[in-house]
């Protein structure tokens, strides 16, 4: 039986009175999948990320992950997971290694471990020299950079990224594609939001589509995409549905 | 078709008072919380009002009313100089939307006439706060005529003009000149602080013009201040009562002459100032010696801490108070109380009711926790996705507050305490007065903060200055504190016990309310 790390059943958020911005979603992410989450702009992507990360209120549903309700047992959600939004708002007031520390101390990170992680990580993202400078004088991409090396320092069950590859340079890009594919090794669950459907098509075993906030497809990207590439699938999906 | 610098203003005015939000939002919640924030804003503007008439009415017993006019454009002018100066380059250069402007096809002069427009208005409604009530007992006091009319209008227009560019320049180039260095926000938060004491240096140089009886002596005031520390206002009253009519034209040329002469001069260079300001140290590597770790409440109390001395204008418009209560246990040591205090009023019960209330209104008007959330700003999605209780993140953020206040109240409190030769009681209610308010106020900021926060802010001056938990603060503690003093006059010890009973209840109240805020982006 699968491990299931989130599972969203009947998510349903309305900004105002009005607006649906998600309507009854669901979907589960299991241990070791790469779960892609695909869909225009405003279809509700963002919104499902951040009510998943306990950040956002949302009004009807349930979100489990790995067992616990974010709504009733939020920080206990929190300490499994990452959260990084597709604009790295840090602080920028503090030096990238201050940074880390206060994600360490969040996070519970042992000093040993931490001190381990981040020389791994900032190494691996050719960031270790500029560790030491505030975060306001990095560069967008770095700031991404330092938002991941956060997000993992505590090695989460379950990683919510929206547009993790926008701002990374090609060579952090592959790194953390590799970065991926490790922690699924080890029993932990990747969902994220993307506009690149090639990078989608390539590293996530799961595919869902969303569109005005109502999941369309889902499932195994070979089944998703069936014989065709997934930009003609989405493009179809989407052109369906309008019909 | 608009002029774009009329465009860019209408832009930043929208932003900053959130109207354009708040017609657009649908949320009942949120047009309720907005009606009762605006309901405090216009008790606190009462609240000035009100004092500003007293101030006026006792000028005028001293028989200075004629000088009112001037003196309000001197005081006003000086406080609008210092919130300028300690904004620094953020209230022209450093502001959030900076790239997105400059991006625009808009020429640079147009972006600096809109921001320093932006300024002046907000600080013009301010002067108004005061200038009005000012105006209405001149006239009651010292007769109505269409040309001094004129004249009020005029020097009460332009009184913002001259000192705002004067505080912005010298803001930048402090801002301009530390900007490389690695430490550059610790720097200009110091020399902030230095020209913060500097003008408290002048002002205590005011208080000490009081006279024999221990009566404020307005007259040697308004000597000090218009005649040596803000001249161009004395020339309004040139024409008030010199009858020089050319006098306040003199003044409005002068205000508007310094403001073409400085957009030009920054429009020139305003490319080399931009560069300037975002020069950074070098980059630097980090030690194994920085890793380091802390509790989850140590490091989200670090962080508040790094925040609060991060940025000048939080800093100084966050503990103030906290200073004047530090410089003032330091200028106790010099000072002979028995001299200086009326001898029948010297008991141990009237100065412990007096104490008690000038420290609740020190402790109050330094209140950084009433827009520490505020300020987590666009990065807040961060914080609360920490795997932490609302509750833990919001104790932390009052933290600072308590700790800065406790620390400030409670040497001001021994220093005056020994050299009163306060008496047992006098001593416990003083120290519990410090302890209580200081938690007090803590948390109500927080709350306040979590009620009312304004996380789309350009500048952090906006909301460490000008927003409506600060003023719900610093107000309550004005309002508070002098009515205890009132009360110290009858009831000595008892007014300071009441008002401690009053805080301990308070924060019970404020500690419930917290438990229940959830924190959402």
């Known amino acids: 039986m699968e491990n299931i790390i989130l599972d969203i059943q009947g998510l349903t958020k309305t900004y105002g009175k009005t607006k649906k911005a998600v309507d009854n979603l669901t979907l589960s992410v299991c241990a070791g999948d790469i779960y892609g989450f695909i869909g225009q702009n405003g279809a509700g992507k963002t919104t499902t990320l951040r009510s998943v990360a306990g950040i956002l209120p949302f009004d009807k549903g349930e979100i489990y992950i790995d067992g616990h309700s974010v709504k009733a047992e939020p920080v206990a959600c929190k300490q499994i997971t990452a959260y990084i939004p597709d604009n790295p708002d840090l602080y920028e007031f503090l030096t990238g290694v201050q940074f880390l520390n206060f994600m360490g101390d969040m996070f519970g990170v042992e000093k040993n471990v931490r001190a381990q992680r981040i020389q791994q990580y900032a190494e691996m993202f050719r960031i270790a020299g500029d560790l030491g400078s505030p975060i306001g004088s990095y560069s967008h991409g770095m700031k991404q950079k330092i938002a991941l090396i956060g997000a993992l320092l505590h090695e989460p069950k379950l990683i919510l990224l929206d547009e993790p590859f926008v701002g990374l340079d090609p060579e952090a890009a592959f790194k953390l594609k590799q970065v991926f594919h490790e922690l699924c090794e080890k029993g932990s669950a990747i969902f994220f939001s993307t506009h690149v459907l090639d990078v989608a098509e390539k590293l996530c075993n799961k595919i869902a589509i969303i569109k005005g906030g109502r999941l369309i497809a889902s499932g195994d990207t070979e089944a998703v995409r069936g014989d065709e590439s997934l930009e003609t699938v989405f493009l179809e999906v989407l052109a369906d549905d309008a019909r | ?521």
């Open chain 2, 1 to 521: 078709m608009r002029a774009k610098w009329a465009l860019l203003l209408k832009i930043q005015l929208m932003g900053l008072t959130g109207i354009g939000k708040l017609r657009k939002d649908a949320d009942p919640a949120v047009r309720r919380r907005a009606i009762g924030g605006l309901t405090a804003l216009a008790i606190v503007g009462l609240v000035i009002v009100f004092y500003t008439v007293l101030i006026a009415l006792s000028y005028c017993e001293q028989g200075l009313g004629a000088v009112l006019p001037s003196f309000t454009v001197a005081v006003a002018s000086l406080i609008v100089f210092a919130f300028s100066f300690f904004q620094g380059a953020a209230l022209l250069f450093s502001v959030k939307d900076r790239d997105f402007v400059l991006s625009l096809p808009v020429p640079r002069r147009d972006i600096l006439v809109a921001r320093l427009l932006c300024s002046y208005i907000v600080n013009l409604a301010f002067v108004l706060l005061i200038a009005v009530p000012v105006t209405v007992v001149y006239f009651v006091f010292e007769g109505f005529g269409p040309a001094a009319l004129g004249t009020v209008l005029l020097a009460v227009i332009f009184a913002p003009l001259l000192p705002l560019i004067v505080g912005a320049a010298l803001g930048t180039l402090v801002s301009a000149l530390t900007a490389g260095m690695r430490h550059k926000n610790l720097l200009q938060s110091i020399l902030s602080v230095v020209l913060f004491v500097g003008a408290l240096a002048a002002s205590f140089s005011l208080s000490f013009s009081a006279g024999p009886s221990g009566d404020i002596d307005f007259s040697a005031m308004y000597d000090v201040l218009v005649g040596s520390i803000y001249p161009p206002a004395v020339l309004a009253q040139w024409t008030l009562t010199g009858g020089r009519v050319w006098g306040v034209f003199a003044f409005a040329g002068i205000s508007l002459a310094a403001a073409v002469i400085f957009v030009a001069v920054e429009a020139a260079f305003y490319d080399k100032i931009v560069g300037k300001l975002m020069a950074h140290a070098a980059a630097r590597a980090y030690r194994k010696t920085d890793i380091k770790s802390a509790s989850v409440m140590g490091a989200l109390i670090k962080k508040e801490f790094r925040r609060l001395f991060s940025c000048p204008g939080y800093m100084l418009n966050g503990i103030s108070g906290s200073i004047l209560m530090a410089i003032g246990a330091v200028v106790l040591l010099f000072v002979d109380l028995s001299a200086v205090l009326p001898a029948d009023a010297a008991s141990d019960a009237f100065l412990t009711g007096m104490a008690a209330g000038l420290l609740i209104f020190m402790i109050g008007i330094s209140c950084p926790a009433a827009s520490a959330l505020s300020l987590e700003g666009s990065s807040r999605g961060l914080l609360f996705s920490m795997p932490v209780s609302a509750q833990k993140i919001l104790l932390a953020k009052a933290a600072p507050t308590f700790l800065i206040n406790g620390a400030a109240g409670l040497l001001i409190t021994a220093v005056f305490c020994i050299k009163a030769s306060a008496g047992a009681l006098g001593w416990v209610l003083c120290l519990l007065t410090v302890i209580l308010y200081a938690a007090c106020f803590a948390l109500a900021g927080t709350y306040f903060n979590s009620k009312f926060p304004k996380y789309d802010w350009t500048t952090e001056t906006q909301v460490a200055k000008n927003s409506m938990p600060v003023m719900i603060v610093c107000f309550s503690a004005m309002v508070l504190g002098f009515a205890v003093m009132g009360l110290g006059f009858a009831i000595g010890y008892y007014a300071a016990a009441a008002a401690d009973v009053l805080a301990a209840a308070l924060i019970a109240v404020f500690l419930a309310l917290l438990k229940k805020v959830k924190l959402y982006v």
